[in-house]
């Protein structure tokens, strides 16, 4: 019955492929198999005789687009319909979810129609699955044929509980979809009926899941023709079909059927009973094809993650000029990639204010554009690990995405950050009932994320240091202005009062800025406001200085009693976040215009400005001030 992995988000569902020998059951699942698109198919293992006469069964995997935020997979089993594989049969059988009855509809196959739809009601309810209540699909193949039964007369035999029938000619690929959607629909609706966490939203229903599940996964809600048959590929498994570095193929396995297995000179053991080797062999070929699958599926997704990561860090080393914008684009796709995300944008905090990028086709941002969604966003600043949101389980979600067009049910989180800070934070939105990321692809999108934070870094911080440029360029005559108006006031015209440390520079502590004080330093005496001012003043030139080297702007304050005087350190640099500063050099002044506002407060207070000698030297500045009396 339904299989369901809570940690991996994959449900499953088997349907059974049952009726005569030589009716089309493999037919369609090779129709299918060679029309659905080959990210919803896995391997197609046919389990065949010598003579390619189905043996123990026919195995096709198929993945929907997704329902509910679950990756809902399709296990597809034909069973062989040749009477000494009964056995074999009910086997395959064995956990369905869900049944088509393959009927040939030939006039000389009657009988053998009728035996089948027997044995299959036989066969159900010895696995404990009732024949009247499970999903059936009845598909009356090989219409193309010079004489077949009427449909009502078929339908008399073998349609007892009036379930839906399709008439179908396989070989061209008339009918088969339509039964397959058929099924499908019907399965979904008994899962949404018995399993109520299942059911879907009202307004809502399994056929309009089914229509879009099926056009995810053909293209298409009808076959209008074949295209060219793909080369089957014989194959010795497990082996080869392991390593096999090529795409989706069908993977053929050979076993000797009990009648080649009884000639001349086979041994005791290999000439036993068909009934217990056709058991045995359809519960091993059952298992070993789908674990083929799955192991598969497990190496093109870690080869998918490395491509991914290697994008990723081509984009880290790579050195550009261009704005900030158009990396951040490339970011989020690579994101939204990984992430199989329907649409993104990102929150880009590193802009003033922080702005909005929407990939297309998106154009606006479904958070950003509510008043509940733009405080979420300013709360999220603080988000240190990717994390998923389900409108499901937040009913301020809920209403926010109700809003939006298109609609969306989830939105996975992934912040980048630098040391210091947050850079941005990508949005990757989820329409109804796509698959939602595992914890494991959660975690492949956060490392993606850390490893592109750092060209992000890098762009803000050269467009920082040119927006900084540019202020400088225009603040210089109004630097210059303070500057002099200060000079000219009289030595002792600012405000005298005593000022405590802490209350000088506190107000000064900020992400990446580091303010220290040694323990008993006393006060000093002057204006607050015009000291707080000349300390921010060198701040934000140390900030302008490390972006133009490109590095992290990482800004030390140090106030310390040394030689009777009180020394304010303020420096750039690793060693920033270290209590304790570099001994002081004097220096001569330049003639930059804000730190001639900074010399000019200084020399009101009676004070000393100490700065760099030039551009090339580290940022380190020194303010020194008398104690205040005690």
């Known amino acids: 019955m339904v299989e369901f992995n809570r940690q991996e988000r994959i449900l499953k569902l088997k349907i059974a492929y049952y009726g005569p020998a030589v009716g089309g059951k493999t037919t369609n699942l090779k129709v299918l198999y060679d029309r659905a698109r080959s990210a919803r198919r896995g391997e197609f293992v046919s389990v065949n005789s010598q003579q390619d006469r189905t043996i123990l069964c026919d195995l096709l995997p198929l993945k929907s687009g997704g329902f509910k935020g679950l990756d809902l997979r399709f296990q597809l089993a034909a069973v062989p319909g040749q009477a ?43 696995e404990q699955l009732d024949p009247n209540t499970i999903p059936m699909v009845l598909q009356y193949n090989k219409r193309d ?7 009502e007369a078929l339908d008399r035999a073998l349609n007892g509980r009036q379930a839906p029938v399709f008439p179908a000619v396989a070989t061209r690929g008339e009918g088969v979809l339509e039964t397959f959607a058929e099924i499908v629909r019907v399965t979904m609706e008994e899962l949404c009926r018995h399993h109520p966490v299942m059911e ?17 996964m053909f293209g298409t809600t009808r076959l209008e023709g074949l295209e060219p048959e793909e080369e089957i590929v014989p194959l010795d498994l497990p082996e080869s079909a392991l390593v096999d570095e090529t795409a ?5 396995i050979r076993v000797p059927t009990p009648e080649e297995l009884a000639r001349p000179g086979a041994t005791p053991a290999e000439a036993r009973s068909p009934e217990a080797l056709a058991e045995t062999y359809a519960q091993a070929s059952t298992e070993l094809g789908f674990a083929v699958t799955d192991m598969r599926e497990e190496r093109d997704r870690a080869r998918s993650r490395l491509a991914e990561v290697r994008v990723a860090l081509q984009l880290a080393e790579q050195k550009e000029e261009g704005e900030i914008e158009d990396r951040a684009q490339r970011i989020v796709s690579i994101l939204m990639r990984s992430a199989s995300a329907a649409n993104a944008s990102l929150l880009l905090t590193t802009a003033d204010p922080p702005q909005i990028l929407v990939v297309p086709p998106l154009v606006a941002d479904p958070l950003a554009r509510t008043r509940w969604g733009a405080i979420h966003l300013h709360e999220l600043r603080g988000l240190a690990e ?32 630098s040391v210091e800070r947050l850079l941005a934070l990508a949005l990757l939105y989820y329409r109804p009932h796509m698959v939602l990321p595992t914890p494991d692809t959660l975690d492949h999108v956060g490392f993606l994320a850390r490893v592109l934070a750092g060209p992000l ?29 200060l000079t000219r006031l009289p030595a002792g015209a600012g405000r005298r009062q005593t000022i405590v440390l802490e209350d000088l520079l506190g107000p000064l502590r900020a992400p990446g800025v580091t303010v220290t004080i040694q323990s008993g330093a006393p006060a000093v005496v002057g204006d607050a406001s015009l000291l707080r001012f000349a300390v921010a003043t060198l701040i934000h030139r140390c900030e302008v200085v490390a972006l133009e080297r490109s590095v992290a702007p990482v800004i030390g304050v140090y106030a310390a009693l040394d030689d009777g005087l009180v020394r304010l350190h303020v420096w750039a640099g690793a060693g920033s976040a270290v209590v304790g500063a570099p ?39 020194i303010l020194q001030l008398a104690p205040a009396q005690a």
């Not at 009913?395 to 980048?416: D, I, Q």
């Not at 603040?475 to 002099?484: I, T």
């Not at 220096?587 to 100490?610: K, N, Q």
């Open 457 to 485: 870094e890098a762009t803000a911080a050269r467009e920082a240091a040119a927006s900084a440029q540019r202020m400088r360029a225009l603040s210089r005559a109004s630097a210059a202005a303070m500057a002099s108006m």
């Open 248 to 252: 989706s193929e069908r993977v053929m």
């Open 200 to 216: 879907l939203p009202e307004g809502q229903s399994a056929a309009d899941w089914t229509e879009q599940a099926i056009l995810s």
């Open 386 to 417: 990717t994390r998923l949101e389900e409108a499901g389980a937040m009913p301020e979600l809920r209403e926010t995405f109700a809003e939006s067009e298109p609609a969306f049910e989830a939105v996975a989180l992934v912040p980048l950050r």
């Open 84 to 126: 000494m594989y009964g056995p074999a049969r009910r086997v395959v059988l064995r956990g369905s979810d869900g049944v088509v009855f393959v009927a040939n509809s030939a006039t000389d196959r009657w009988h053998e129609n009728v035996q089948s739809l027997r044995e299959l009601q036989g066969n159900l309810l010895a």
């Open 145 to 151: 044929l010079p004489d077949v039964l009427e449909i």
């Open 583 to 621: 001994a002081a050099v004097a220096l001569t002044a330049d003639s930059d215009a804000e730190l001639s506002a900074v010399y000019a407060i200084m020399a009101l207070h009676d004070g000393e400005f100490v700065a760099p000698e030039s551009q090339g030297d580290d940022a380190h500045f």
